[in-house]
T-cell receptor, first 112, second 115 residues
Framework: KQEVTQIPAALSVPEGENLVLNCSFT??????LQWFRQDPGKGLTSLLL???SQREQTSGRLNASLDKSSGRSTLYIAASQPGDSATYLC???????????WGAGTKLIIKP | DTGVSQDPRHKITKRGQNVTFRCDPI?????LYWYRQTLGQGPEFLTY????????KSRLLSDRFSAERPKGSFSTLEIQRTEQGDSAMYLC?????????????FGSGTRLTVV
């Protein structure tokens, strides 16, 4: 059974720092992996989608990498800003399953 | 198209009452999903439609829950005889057919509070 883990559960860093959020999954047979952002009490905003054949995707200050063989993905945020404060969730879609399997998220706080 | 829309944004109801939520997906998306999320947790899958057909229901979806997607467009999720444990954020998402390997687009959610 696929399990997705995100460590740390919470992270607080000063503004301007570069940071990395981690996502690990137990079964490497994934279809794709998606990173989402969630603001308190809000829905989910898709940030980056990485196909199983890809190694990384970039959007602005965000870069997501995927290493299927080791069951890991990272979300790199450059030059962090207070507006980046939110919970970041990763989710995998398995080859044979339409569902997304979710991590519990990393709550990120960027201190001004 | 403004994305996935959910209505209402917030719903407070007394225990035992019925509630209904609506989701309008992105118009060209043929797949529609309902998820439930409690505080500090990732979303949990509830059910999924391809066009108007409901193809899968989670065991989390008890007999008090029912979902429809008439005509393969908008969807409704009804909870009958609500319980306090039903309090959660109910999220709707849509996507194109999985063969094209597109990601999901989520709505802003409906927050349900059962008092």
């Amino acid at each position: 059974k696929q399990e997705v883990t995100q460590i740390p559960a919470a992270l607080s860093v000063p503004e301007g720092e570069n940071l990395v959020l981690n996502c690990s999954f137990t079964d490497s047979a994934i279809y794709n992996l998606q990173w989402f952002r969630q603001d308190p009490g809000k829905g989910l905003t898709s940030l980056l989608l990485i196909q199983s054949s890809q190694r990384e995707q970039t959007s602005g200050r965000l870069n997501a990498s995927l290493d299927k063989s080791s069951g890991r993905s990272t979300l790199y945020i450059a030059a962090s800003q207070p507006g980046d404060s939110a919970t970041y969730l990763c989710a995998v879609k398995e080859d044979s399953n339409y569902q997304l399997i979710w991590g519990a998220g990393t709550k990120l706080i960027i201190k001004p | 198209d403004t994305g996935v829309s959910q209505d209402p944004r917030h719903k407070i109801t007394k225990r035992g009452q019925n509630v209904t939520f609506r989701c309008d997906p992105i118009s060209e998306h043929n797949r529609l999903y309902w998820y439930r999320q409690t505080l500090g947790q990732g979303p949990e899958f509830l059910t999924y439609f391809q066009n108007e057909a409901q193809l899968e229901k989670s065991r989390l979806l008890s007999d008090r829950f029912s979902a429809e997607r008439p005509k393969g467009s908008f969807s409704t999720l009804e909870i009958q005889r609500t319980e306090q444990g039903d309090s959660a954020m109910y999220l709707c998402a849509s996507s194109l057919d999985s063969s094209t390997n597109y990601g999901y687009t989520f709505g802003s959610g409906t927050r349900l509070t059962v008092v």
